[in-house]
Every structure is written in structure tokens, then in C-alpha cells.
């Protein structure tokens, strides 16, 4: 390129950003990029959430998180009860002009679920599915399961021939260390189309003006920029270069509510933090473990001041838990959500009851990049029990480090949250954490506790098509969860998003997840 | 020469080895990428499959000489989070690294020397002592505290300048350069300031100390008494002889500003090498980890080993094979 070309091609940009002012745009400072433009490259919810602006599943979440239908019209179960007949929306294109077919769906169905996709856990009952007309499709499962349409709102449809044309069938497997063409490139049927991309610099979407939907956003361009460090994306903020993050520091907030032209959008996070508890015979030190008593976990939890770590330590943004759900979830109910409240002295005594020998020393396992203010409320946490006379190992380092003690038992009590995404529904936890460790039921029962009567409820549940009757299920099995103090829940963490003043409209989901199509930005 | 050249290159070739074998022995300490990359529903089983597939069961051994063989050959693999082309994406990123060091590098000689030539001039005076406490602090405080105040004063505070990014860049080849738009030139003065404060006191230093030096040699004393005017003096017939060491540091600390613009990238977002580097990090990316290492120590290696060619060409004495000539001389 001659400098002459160069002088053109920069005359050219001024010119297109001339233009660019009269466009509402929407400049989205996240706190780390999206993994790439593939959302089954990387078992990741942000790089998923993010793409939803570009890819659409048969059914989605509206303004109350409520499932309604996207590119199925309407659906039904067949006779047998394990095959769910979609019928698909008419008329429906994506980006580069393609229409919208069943095999469409079939074709993004299996690549999805390939045995290389790190995504496959997200359809765990799905075995195949068949096209029945151009505009029907069929999904058979492996038995009857209610929550079919709460995965299928996390999956995304490709268009079949595209992938063809570009050999992207199979998703991308890093194993074989070879590059995806959908890597760099998207071509989806959402309300805004993918326009540029600099991974770690800046990707823009423009809107898409044949969408199907009737778009209740007035963005023309949304670019996200990721912003890692929080006092430069404050900072960013409060000079105008982004007008929206989703992620505003905690300590921070003061400052941003203080500034005229900032609005900062808090909330209660779905998120239940927990504490967990091992559940097998021996301390990863070796000695015999006293936490499979009931008593020696009824003590550590009314050894904890929940109030004190929400007034403090969470800066009163907290909501302090007595479930393992959020309110909002389907499974919850309020006469599950009441804690003990703190006792140092009957935690004492419950110690003694167990027959805790006196400073026990156990491991305490929590993440630096984890939940919000997890190291401090760990400091608190283990402070508090030390009152009591044990004496916790506090054991900090990233999720990175800290997850595979945790999996293969080598250490003792630890953190978890739960959001119950993508399910939003209490048959997550109950399925991913509290079911005993059995084939595909219980990932997350890193305690290793098994409790016959427990996995028959939630078995029960996750076959059980009635949503009354399975609520009703899923409930008796939370109330044995906390009988029982598997875990401890502490709260719901706080969540905060930001936005100047051209930011008109911004709804705050208790997901956390960004759903810009039913944002406004100021002309 | 070709003896020394042999044997410089093969240290060279060990260094790097050795770097890669410690790379392989911390990666260890890092976790395990796996949990990183699966969604929270996969299964046990599913993450076992996953770590067979990408042979991290195999022994540290195997590991190694299968990463050393690849990387002979250039191929690092792909990212484990991003997908792409190792090599690829730190090629995308190395000129945004590049740009910033070689602007640091700049604005550090052009404060630094004249900086330098003031404080041995007026040495005890006001004005350098003053300068000299400056450039303690420039020093001592870490540059993601400088980061972030040039983004305070000069974003927040007056608006002037971009907090963070590389503003539009023109691509010439497979080179992409924010020098040739405005924005871009914008973009790159904060972090540019922020990366060479410390080295402008590096070099305010060294040109200092040099001077004091050559200010008492003869031959400065006999141009005095001869009447050559003082600036003259100073600027052109003193300095000239202090800068062949300044030119020495310079070269061999644009390894360094590479390996530690990693912080000032992560303050101001620069889609640089070093933000690759932390979020590979972050994720566990062993391959953009390991290749990241290896391309740095490459540089460092090179530069170094460059450095003592060239001093072996400029002085025989530190040749091998002349080193017994001269010890025989001698």
C-alpha cells in the first residue's frame, strides 16, 4: 500500500465515522473477551451469552426469563413421550440470505452433541434427531425429561449449508490442533450480524434489518471491547469511551454512583454461594473425618455470622441464603430459605456432640478468581470457625489450580456457586451437585455423600413431565438438602452493571447475562 | 571467528531448551486446562476423554520431546481458548508489542539523554538534584500505578487521550500499524509514557555517569582551554563518547520492555503480546503459554547473542581463538 492509498484509505474511515454519528451505537466494555465467534468451541457462558445477539435456539428467555418460542413456532410431545415435535418458524433467513430449515436444526443438533464438542453436556438427554418436513423436526431423547426446552434455549442453530460449504460439520477439536473456518466467522438469524473482529481488541455487530422478530432495541452497532483491568473500565466509563459494562467493580460503585452522567444498575445475582463438605472417611491430612456427622456440620455453620459477612465483607450488596436456590428459580420456596442463625457457644457444643477433637485442622479450599469477595469471605469464614476452637487451612490460588484437589478429593471443606444456568431451574444443582456420584449425576459432588432416598427424588424429578408435580419433587428434595447441611448456603451475590447517560434503556437480568435487544441508546 | 560463532550458538540453543523444559515444569503448577475449557455440565468422563485427547496424561517426558519436536518445526498448535493458530495469533499481536516498545524506546532517549547531559553539567545544582530525586521515583514506582494516573489525568480528568485499545489500525502486509491514523497515534501515547518512565531514568543514569567520566578526560580539558564554547562542548564532543554504551543498553533492554510491556498492556487493554500472555495464563492456554515463553527467550538469546558478535567483531580480544594469541602477546 502506497502512502498515497493509506491517506485515502484513513480519508475513507474519517468519512465512515462521520456517518457513524448519526448510527446509535453501543460500546460495551467487558471485563475479558469472547473466546471466539464458535459458541461450541469453548464450554464458556459469556462467549455463549454474547453470540446470542448472533445466533438464535429454537426457544429463548424474554424480559422475565420466562421460555417462549424463537425459532420453533410451537412444539409438542409425541406419544411415546420421549420425542418432542418442533414445528419451525416460516420465512426465517439467516445472515447471508440462507432460509431457516430443518436440517438446519438437525445438523446444528449433532454438531453440538459430537463426541469432540465441549458443549454436549448442555442436551444431556438428547440421542438423535430426524427431519420430518422441511419444517418440522423430531428430537428423541433417552427417556421422558421435562427440561428439554430450558437446554435447547442455550443451543444454537447454524445454517447446514454454510457449514457444509466451509467443512465446519464437526466443531472445532483442539485434540487434532486444527483451526475452525466458524472460528473467525458467524452467520446466524439474531438481531444483530457480526461485522468485524480483533480478537482481544474489538468485535462489532451490526443490526440486522431482516430479523423476524419485531426488534424492541433502536442500536444500529454494538462494539465490545474487553476492558481486563476494572480501574481502567471504570475509567473508560467515566470518560465516555464506553457507554456500558456489565461488569462494575464493587468497590468502585460509590465512585460511579457519585459521577452526574453514570448510572450503575445493581442487583442480586442468581448465584447461591455454598460451602461444601467431604464426606469421606478420612481428612486429606489423613485423619478420620468428623464432618459426616450432621453435628459437626450443624457446627460449623452456626459457627458462621452470616449477617456480619453480609454487612462487611459484601458491603451490605449481598442477600443472605438460607436455600441452595434463588428465588427466582422454580424448585424454591420460601419456607426453605430461613437460617440458624449465629451461635458460637451451641456450635461448641455440637462439636463436643460430634466428638470433634479440639483444633481439629482440616483444608479449607477457596478460589482468587472465583466468586465476588470469595477470598475475603473465606478470611472471615475460617476466622470464625477458629473461635470455635478448629483450626481450618486456608488454602487460596486460582480455579485453575484449585479444581482438581477439589474433583479428586484432596482437599476438605470448599466454595461452590450455583447459578443453575443454563437450566434456570433447582433440577440443576440438584442433578449436577447433590445426586451421588453416578454416571452422568453428580459432576460437582466433590464431597462424595450419597444419599439413597435423595437421588430417587431428583430420578423422579428428572423424569416427571407435570411441572407441578415435579416442583413439588424438587422441593422435598432442597428441604432434604438442608436438613441434612450438605452444604452451607451463605447468599446470593451482589451484581452491578454500569451505563452513561446514552444508555436510555438497559434492562438488569438476575442471570447476569446482557440481553441488548431489549437495550435503547439515545439518538 | 567460526569457532566463536559455533560455540555462541550452541549455548544459545541450550538456553533455549532449558527454557522450555522450566516452561514444562511450571506449566504443571498452572492446573489443568480442561476444567477451563468444558462447560459445567460435562461429565467425569467427558473431561477424562478430553485430557487423553490433548496428551496430558502422558508423561512429562513424552510432553516435552513432543512439544520440542513440534516447535523445531514452527508448529505450537492451536489455543486451547481461542482455536487459532498459535503462532498465527501472537504473528497478530507482536507489531501492537512491537510499536509500543520501539515508541517507549524513542521517548526514552529523547528524555533520558538530554536529561543525563543536564545533571553531570550541573552537577549539585538545584535543577539536578532536583531531577535526580525525579528519577528515583520514576524508578521506584511501578508502572501499573503510572498506568493508571496518566489514565486518571489525561482521560478522566481532561478528556485528552483514550484510556485504553490501539485506536484504528492500517494493515501493510500482514504488519498492522496504529502509527498512521490519528487515533492510533492517540492511543499510543499513554501507554508509551507509561512503559518508558523507567527507562528514561535508566538512561538519565547511565548518559549521567558516562559523563561525569568523560567530562574529566584530557581531552575535554584541552578543548576547554582551547576555548570551544561550553554547549558545544558538552552536547556534541562529550556526549558523542558516552553514547556507545547507551546504544549497548538500549538495544539489549528492548528484550526486556518485550517481556515487561505485559503489565502496561493489561492496564491499558493493548492488544499486545504480553495481554495474550496473562489471559493464556488465566486460562491455562499451554500452548499460547509455551510459545509465548519460547518467543521471548528467543529474542532475549538473540540479542544477547548478537551483542557479543558484535563486540567479538569490534574487539579481537574477545575472541577464542585470538584470546591465546593475545594471552602469548601479552
Redesign the interface.
Given at each position: 500500500m502506497t502512502f498515497r492509498k493509506i491517506l485515502l484509505a484513513s480519508a475513507a474511515l474519517t468519512a465512515l465515522s462521520g456517518m457513524a454519528q448519526a448510527e446509535t451505537v453501543l460500546k460495551w466494555g467487558a471485563n475479558r473477551d469472547i473466546g471466539s465467534l464458535d459458541p461450541y468451541s469453548y464450554g464458556d457462558s459469556f462467549t455463549i451469552n454474547v453470540l446470542n445477539h448472533v445466533y438464535e435456539g429454537l426457544v429463548r428467555y424474554n424480559a422475565d426469563l420466562k421460555i417462549e418460542p424463537a425459532l420453533a413456532a410451537s412444539w409438542e410431545i409425541l406419544e411415546d413421550k420421549v420425542t418432542w415435535r418442533f414445528h419451525l418458524r416460516e420465512g426465517v433467513t439467516f445472515h447471508n440470505g440462507n432460509p431457516f430449515t430443518a436440517e438446519d436444526v438437525v445438523a446444528s443438533l449433532e454438531r453440538v452433541s459430537d463426541e469432540t464438542s465441549p458443549l454436549k453436556g448442555n442436551l444431556p438427554a438428547y440421542v438423535s434427531s430426524a427431519v420430518v418436513d422441511p419444517m418440522t423436526v423430531d428430537i428423541t431423547l433417552n427417556g421422558t425429561y421435562p427440561l428439554l426446552l430450558n437446554d435447547l434455549t442455550n443451543i444454537h442453530i447454524f445454517d447446514r449449508e454454510w457449514m457444509v460449504e466451509h467443512d465446519s460439520l464437526l466443531p472445532t477439536d483442539i485434540g487434532s490442533g486444527t483451526e475452525g473456518y466458524a472460528t473467525y466467522n458467524a452467520n446466524g438469524t439474531g438481531p444483530f450480524s457480526v461485522e468485524s473482529r480483533q480478537p482481544d481488541a474489538k468485535t462489532v455487530f451490526v443490526v440486522n434489518p431482516d430479523w423476524w422478530d419485531v426488534p424492541q432495541h433502536n442500536i444500529d452497532r454494538i462494539e465490545l471491547t474487553p476492558v481486563t483491568s476494572a480501574a481502567t473500565r471504570v475509567a473508560a466509563l467515566l470518560s465516555g469511551e464506553i457507554n456500558f459494562t456489565n461488569d462494575a467493580p464493587v468497590q468502585d460503585l460509590p465512585r460511579l454512583e457519585a459521577s452526574p452522567d453514570v448510572n450503575v444498575l445493581e442487583g442480586v445475582d442468581l448465584r447461591t454461594v455454598m460451602i461444601g463438605f467431604p464426606f469421606r472417611d478420612t481428612l486429606a491430612s489423613g485423619e478420620p473425618n468428623p464432618f459426616k456427622e450432621r453435628a459437626a456440620r450443624e457446627a460449623l455453620y452456626r459457627a458462621i455470622d452470616l449477617d456480619l459477612i453480609q454487612q462487611k465483607v459484601m458491603r451490605g450488596k449481598s442477600r443472605t441464603a438460607g436455600a441452595t436456590v434463588a428465588p427466582p428459580i422454580p424448585g424454591y420456596s420460601e419456607d426453605l430459605d430461613t437460617v440458624p442463625g449465629a451461635d458460637p457457644e451451641a456450635a461448641k457444643a455440637l462439636l463436643a456432640e460430634a466428638g470433634v477433637p479440639e483444633g481439629l485442622e482440616f483444608e479449607f479450599n477457596c478460589l482468587s478468581d472465583g466468586l465476588v469477595n470469595e477470598e475475603q469471605f473465606c478470611q472471615a469464614i475460617a476466622a470464625m470457625w477458629s473461635r470455635i476452637g478448629l483450626s481450618p487451612k486456608l488454602d487460596v490460588a486460582p480455579r485453575a489450580v484449585q479444581t482438581p484437589k477439589r474433583t479428586q478429593g484432596k482437599t476438605d471443606v470448599y466454595t461452590l456457586g450455583w447459578a443453575t444456568l443454563p437450566m434456570l431451574d433447582a433440577y440443576s444443582p440438584l442433578l449436577q451437585i447433590f445426586h451421588s456420584k453416578v454416571g452422568n449425576s453428580g459432576v460437582f459432588n466433590w464431597g462424595g455423600w450419597s444419599y439413597p432416598e435423595l437421588d430417587a427424588l431428583i430420578d423422579a424429578a428428572g423424569s416427571e413431565l407435570d411441572t407441578e408435580t415435579r416442583l413439588d419433587l424438587e422441593n422435598q428434595a432442597l428441604r432434604m438438602v438442608k436438613d441434612e447441611i450438605i452444604m452451607i448456603p451463605l447468599h446470593q451475590q451482589p451484581m452491578a452493571w454500569a451505563v452513561t447517560g446514552e444508555v436510555t434503556e438497559m434492562p438488569l437480568f438476575p442471570d447476569n447475562k446482557p440481553r441488548l435487544w431489549y437495550a435503547q441508546v439515545a439518538e | 571467528m567460526l569457532a566463536f560463532l559455533i560455540k555462541r550458538t550452541a549455548n544459545a540453543v541450550f538456553v533455549m531448551l532449558a527454557v522450555a523444559l522450566l516452561a514444562f515444569v511450571i506449566f504443571r503448577?498452572?492446573?489443568?486446562?480442561v476444567?477451563?475449557?468444558?462447560?459445567?455440565?460435562?461429565?467425569?468422563a467427558?473431561r477424562a476423554e478430553?485430557r487423553e485427547?490433548?496428551?496430558l496424561n502422558d508423561s512429562f517426558a513424552t510432553q516435552y520431546l513432543r512439544f520440542v519436536t513440534n516447535a523445531v518445526q514452527g508448529?505450537f498448535?492451536?489455543s486451547?481458548?481461542?482455536?487459532?493458530?498459535v503462532m498465527v495469533?501472537i504473528g497478530?499481536?507482536f507489531p501492537a508489542t512491537f510499536e509500543l516498545v520501539l515508541v517507549a524506546t524513542a521517548i526514552s532517549l529523547v528524555v533520558g539523554i538530554p536529561l543525563g547531559v543536564i545533571t553531570a553539567v550541573h552537577r549539585n545544582s538545584r535543577l539536578a538534584n532536583l531531577l535526580q530525586l525525579g528519577s528515583i521515583v520514576g524508578v521506584s514506582l511501578p508502572s501499573f500505578v503510572v498506568g493508571?494516573m496518566l489514565?486518571?489525568a489525561f482521560?478522566?480528568s481532561l478528556?485528552w487521550l483514550?484510556?485504553?485499545?490501539?485506536g484504528?489500525t492500517?494493515?501493510?502486509g500482514w504488519w498492522s500499524t496504529g502509527l498512521?491514523?490519528p487515533s492510533g497515534r492517540q492511543a499510543l501515547v499513554l501507554p508509551a509514557i507509561s512503559l518508558s518512565t523507567f527507562q528514561i531514568t535508566l538512561v538519565m543514569r547511565l548518559v549521567r555517569a558516562e559523563m561525569l567520566e568523560v567530562l574529566r578526560s584530557d581531552y575535554v580539558k584541552f578543548a576547554r582551554a582551547r576555548g570551544v564554547p561550553a554547549p558545544r562542548l558538552h552536547w556534541v564532543h562529550a556526549l558523542r563518547n558516552c553514547l556507545m554504551p547507551v546504544i549497548t543498553l538500549t538495544g539489549m533492554q528492548i528484550g526486556n520492555l518485550i517481556a515487561f510491556a505485559l503489565v502496561t498492556e493489561?492496564?491499558?487493554?493493548w492488544?499486545g503480546m504480553g495481554?495474550?500472555f496473562?489471559?493464556a495464563v488465566?486460562?491455562?492456554d499451554i500452548p499460547v503459554m509455551a510459545a509465548y515463553l519460547m518467543l521471548v527467550s528467543f529474542i532475549f538469546v538473540l540479542l544477547n547473542t548478537l551483542v557479543d558478535i558484535a563486540y567479538a567483531w569490534v574487539d579481537p580480544r574477545l575472541r577464542d581463538d585470538t584470546a591465546k594469541a593475545g594471552g602469548a602477546n601479552g
Open positions: - | 503448577f498452572f492446573g489443568d486446562p476444567e477451563m475449557m468444558v462447560n459445567e455440565q460435562a461429565t467425569q467427558d478430553l485427547r490433548l496428551g508448529d498448535g492451536i486451547y481458548r481461542n482455536q487459532q493458530d495469533l497478530d499481536r493508571i489514565i486518571l482521560s478522566v478528556g483514550p484510556a485504553f485499545g490501539r484504528e492500517v494493515d501493510i498512521l491514523t493489561t492496564v491499558f487493554q492488544p495481554l495474550l496473562i489471559q488465566t486460562f491455562v
